[in-house]
């Protein structure tokens, strides 16, 4: 049973009682109410027909919540995923038509394949090569074009040309997409569970068809199609457009898990669990390959529908199959309400959506943490928006920035002359002033691994600070290193070899059993006269006290 608890995560649900019911019904109708106008909103981000962000919130959303471990997260169209799906496909079909369309499938077919793939294999843990820097710095940057793309359709014009031109203005449709920005700005501050964005629909339908708008050629979201979608069975496309999906899908990929990853670990630090996020990948992936073959877009699991879902009181994954009972009621009955909706409140809705994600304080933390990795997230940035609408791009140069920031800092670890501090502590004492543990010694410390990346920086280090002294005593404090490869002990065998032409004695503090090991495999750490090895550094200490007399430091309780 727990074989199939593993891969059927719904299996462990609690059964259905009363009181689970009404907490449960009340957070999925929250929720279900939300998602309905901001996944027809989403569509129209991802230059899809708009009824498909009603499907991409039903079929990903149920198999979702049935094979992901995080079963509270609220899985559907999002506003960063439907970007990435517009800038994918730009210049490659017509927006809105049937290869627009087709290639959006693969696009979510191929992404949902990848992560399915990552999941079984159990290689989630290389989505976390993506720094919070990078992912920062790309969100950002998304929000920001997010934003400018919708600033056209808030005014009530096509494009940029015609809403710099104050002629071309629709009035209405400007002052409805203000005043609805300003009411789910309110809103968001006053009850952020009470269904603003549905009201807002409603309110702003009713205004519409008394101001005439549906009238009006493209002002309005239009007529939709009653009924479940299909089952959509996409056409070939030649191997060219698969291998100009294959970048485009892997973004989507990693940026949707990490969107996932946001709200999951949020979901089971509530619950008190420990996150499988190869399990989360399997349903994501599942979800993705869902939509698909309704006709959709990718999915992604929204961070602020999964909080809403939390505050609502979700326990279970019973509140999301009530959110998808709404969808299929909406699908079935109520698609004509959304036909009068002005595209202004449709651009409202992604518009408030994104603007939480910018969030100028988070550059100035980064900043005070670590320089390099705020600039990396401002290279993120400027490269995101710089390359639009290939938004995709900026998450690679990101990706390559801080990787190769990692390389760096791998293979040039942190090699420091130890003295001893007052306090007894052995510290790095070129940076506290400290004098050398005693004549003719040279005490070193690496906090690394002792491998490939960081060997021949080991070796240099050693060599350079014994030629600025007399060294009759090298002492080694180990205790920090943690792993050691061929290419470590290699070194470790040349440096004992130059210690005994030199007549130096070698001292080994701490040395941890498996690097131990290793080295005796190698044929390192042979017994001798010029080789000593200690436990702890207060052995050490008190050896060289023993071997140097009144020459060695006497500070602190090492000694």
């Known amino acids: 049973m727990s074989r199939a608890r593993r891969y059927f995560p719904f299996l462990s649900w609690p059964q259905l009682s009363a009181k689970l019911w009404r907490s449960e019904s009340l957070a999925g109708f929250t929720v279900g109410l939300m998602l309905i106008p901001q996944a027809v909103a989403y569509a129209a981000l991802a230059g899809m027909p708009l009824i498909t962000g009603i499907y991409a919130a039903l079929l990903p959303a149920l198999v979702a919540?049935?094979?992901?471990?995080?079963?509270?997260?609220?899985?559907?169209?999002?506003?960063?995923?439907?970007?990435?799906?517009?800038?994918?496909?730009?210049?490659?079909?017509?927006?809105?038509?049937?290869?627009?369309?087709?290639?959006?499938?693969?696009?979510?077919?191929?992404?949902?394949?990848?992560?399915?793939?990552?999941?079984?294999?159990?290689?989630?843990?290389?989505?976390?090569?993506?720094?919070?820097?990078?992912?920062?710095?790309?969100?950002?940057?998304?929000?920001?074009?997010?934003?400018?793309?919708?600033?056209?359709?808030?005014?009530?014009?096509?494009?940029?040309?015609q809403a710099l031109t104050p002629q071309h203005w629709h009035l209405p449709s400007f002052c409805m997409g203000l005043g609805s920005c300003a009411l789910l700005w309110w809103a968001k501050r006053w009850r952020p569970s009470f269904p603003t964005v549905l009201l807002l629909v409603v309110v702003s339908a009713v205004l519409s068809v008394k101001m005439g708008l549906p009238e009006q050629n493209g002002l309005t979201v239009g007529a939709l199609p009653q009924g479940l979608p299909e089952i959509y069975w996409p056409s070939w496309i030649g191997w060219d457009a698969i291998k100009s999906l294959l970048v485009p899908a892997m973004a989507i990929t990693m940026v949707s898990f990490m969107e996932t990853a946001s709200s999951a670990k949020?979901?089971?630090?509530?619950a008190g669990k420990i996150w499988d996020q190869d399990q989360d990948l399997i349903g994501q992936g599942l979800a993705k390959i869902a939509s698909g073959l309704s006709g959709a877009f990718p999915t992604s699991s929204s961070f602020s529908r999964s909080a809403l879902n939390l505050y609502a009181g979700a326990q279970t994954g019973w509140a999301n199959l009530v959110q998808v009972g709404i969808i299929v009621v909406c699908l079935q009955y109520l698609t004509p309400i959304l036909q009068p909706v002005p595209q202004s409140v449709l651009a409202a809705i992604v518009i408030m959506a994104v603007w939480g994600l910018l969030k100028p304080e988070q550059w100035m933390q980064v900043y005070r943490v670590d320089r390099m990795e705020a600039l990396t997230a401002l290279i993120t940035l400027?490269?995101?928006?710089?390359?639009?609408?290939?938004?995709?791009?900026?998450?690679?140069?990101?990706?390559?920035?801080?990787?190769?920031?990692?390389?760096?800092?791998?293979?040039h670890p942190r090699i420091i002359e130890v003295g001893l501090h007052p306090d007894g502590s052995l510290r790095d004492r070129h940076l506290w002033k400290l004098p050398p543990l005693g004549p003719s010694v040279l005490a070193i410390r690496m906090d690394a691994a002792l491998d490939f990346a960081t060997a021949a920086a080991f070796e240099k280090a050693i060599v350079q600070a014994m030629a600025r002294s007399d060294v009759r005593h090298l002492v080694w404090f180990a205790n920090s290193i943690n792993r050691i490869d061929v290419t470590g002990t290699e070194s470790i065998a040349r440096l004992?070899?130059?210690?005994?032409?030199?007549?130096?004695?070698?001292?080994?503090?701490?040395?941890?059993?498996?690097?131990?090991?290793?080295?005796?495999?190698?044929?390192?750490?042979?017994?001798?006269?010029?080789?000593?090895?200690?436990?702890?550094d207060v052995e050490a200490m008190n050896s060289l006290k023993q071997v140097l007399g009144d020459g060695v430091v006497r500070q602190g309780s090492l000694c």
């Open 65 to 161: 919540v049935l094979f992901s471990a995080s079963h509270r997260l609220a899985v559907g169209p999002t506003a960063l995923t439907a970007t990435l799906v517009f800038a994918s496909l730009s210049g490659l079909a017509e927006q809105g038509s049937p290869d627009w369309v087709n290639l959006a499938v693969w696009l979510s077919l191929m992404s949902g394949a990848l992560q399915l793939l990552l999941g079984f294999a159990g290689l989630g843990w290389l989505l976390n090569l993506i720094s919070s820097p990078v992912l920062s710095g790309f969100t950002q940057a998304a929000a920001i074009f997010i934003v400018l793309s919708q600033v056209p359709a808030l005014m009530g014009m096509g494009n940029w040309s």
């Open 266 to 270: 949020v979901d089971n630090d509530q």
């Open 382 to 411: 400027g490269g995101t928006l710089f390359m639009a609408p290939q938004l995709y791009w900026g998450v690679l140069l990101g990706l390559l920035l801080s990787l190769s920031h990692f390389l760096y800092l791998r293979m």
């Open 496 to 536: 004992e070899k130059n210690l005994i032409q030199r007549g130096i004695t070698f001292h080994i503090s701490g040395m941890k059993l498996p690097v131990e090991t290793s080295l005796h495999r190698a044929g390192c750490l042979v017994p001798s006269g010029q080789l000593r090895m200690y436990r702890t």
